[in-house]
């Protein structure tokens, strides 16, 4: 009698194409529509799988793994993955997996292009023209705020805030960056950056971008102190999660003046924003998109394949997935 293959669950549709790989190895079901998962359908979904590739779209935790008693692995096609409760997943014994490094240029170009949209008030003056406001040239209209030779503050300086570094030594920019750990020197001088303590970052930065992992510890870091100490001719971008900001407090210091435009590609509810933040005109909002190019979101999603058919056992990394959270968890 033939052995039963393992079973795997597609959590999103992505590419057809990289996704038929697993059929190699694995039964696979396949999500075919954009779908908002209740916690009881991702439960049901995992009952009987072996594997599971899913996105940020998709909470897993403790509750939908409960009964999962096959469920070896979770593949998250994704750098960041606060999407799983992963210390409760690692107790069960089950992997898991994410997919950084080959989205960092990408996501660098968008979080320095979302910076300069900001400071640059590009789509307010879209909405204006758009709105048929422009009747003559004005000398005064819709003045920014310079790039070139102003200060960059980068909080988190991993894999994209070294990028985003990178990009700006070619605008002349002082770079300043704030992080967990100080980097080697070597790489400080790579970047061109400072080392400075929390408060002198955001006291001293024109542009301030966010690029740092999220966690319960640092929800609402950016708060109305952290706000109230920064320029009122700055920026803030935020490419990171959107949790790490206090909406509310952001929303006040745009609409009274204290910080001239913030660039958001993330936010706490997502899909859900802020009302007061769609209304305001000195904020560029994007619904999180900083990986969206499409070699990108293709080499992420090749990635989580990778890492799936490698934790269940299969293919030339058999047992050893290249991005295990953390490397010593071992299937079970």
Same mark, same amino acid.
Not at 105 to 131: K, P, Q, S
């Given at each position: ?136 040239? #004005?000398?005064? #209209? ?7 030779? #102003? ?182």
């Amino acid at each position: 009698m033939t052995a039963a293959r393992p079973r795997v669950w597609v959590s999103q549709p992505l590419f057809d194409d990289i996704v038929a790989r697993l059929e190699t190895h694995f039964d696979v079901d396949a999500t075919r529509e954009v779908a908002d998962h209740a916690p009881e359908r991702i439960a049901e979904a995992l009952r009987e799988a072996d594997g599971a590739l899913v996105t940020l779209n998709d909470p897993v935790g403790a509750a939908q793994v409960a009964a999962a008693s096959r469920l070896r692995a979770i593949a998250n096609v994704g750098v960041g993955y606060n999407n799983l409760e992963v210390a409760a997943l690692q107790a069960q014994g089950i992997v898991v997996t994410n997919t950084p490094d080959v989205l960092t240029e990408t996501t660098a170009d968008f979080g320095f292009a979302l910076m300069m949209a900001a400071a640059r008030r590009i789509t307010e003056a879209e909405r204006w023209l758009r709105d048929g406001q422009w009747r003559g040239w #004005s000398f005064k #209209s819709l003045l920014g705020a310079d790039i070139h030779g #102003s200060t960059l503050g980068i909080l988190g300086m991993g894999r994209i805030g070294q990028g985003i570094a990178k990009r700006a030594a070619g605008f002349g920019m002082r770079m300043l960056y704030h992080n967990r750990h100080r980097l080697p020197e070597e790489v400080e001088r790579e970047c061109r950056a400072s080392y400075v303590d929390y408060e002198t970052l955001f006291a001293q930065a024109d542009h301030a971008v966010l690029v740092l992992p999220y966690s319960a510890q640092n929800r609402h870091l950016i708060d109305a102190a952290t706000l109230a100490r920064m320029k009122p001719t700055a920026t803030l971008t935020n490419i990171a999660r959107g949790g790490l900001i206090d909406e509310a407090a952001l929303a006040d210091a745009l609409a009274a003046g204290r910080l001239a435009a913030a660039g958001l590609d993330v936010f706490e509810g997502e899909p859900n924003v802020d009302p007061r933040l769609l209304a305001l005109d000195n904020v560029v909002l994007t619904p999180h998109i900083a990986s969206g190019s499409l070699a990108t979101r293709r080499a992420m999603v090749s990635l989580a394949v990778d890492n799936l058919i490698a934790a269940l056992g299969f293919g030339p990394d058999a047992g050893k997935p290249r991005n295990a959270i953390p490397h010593a968890v071992l299937p079970r």
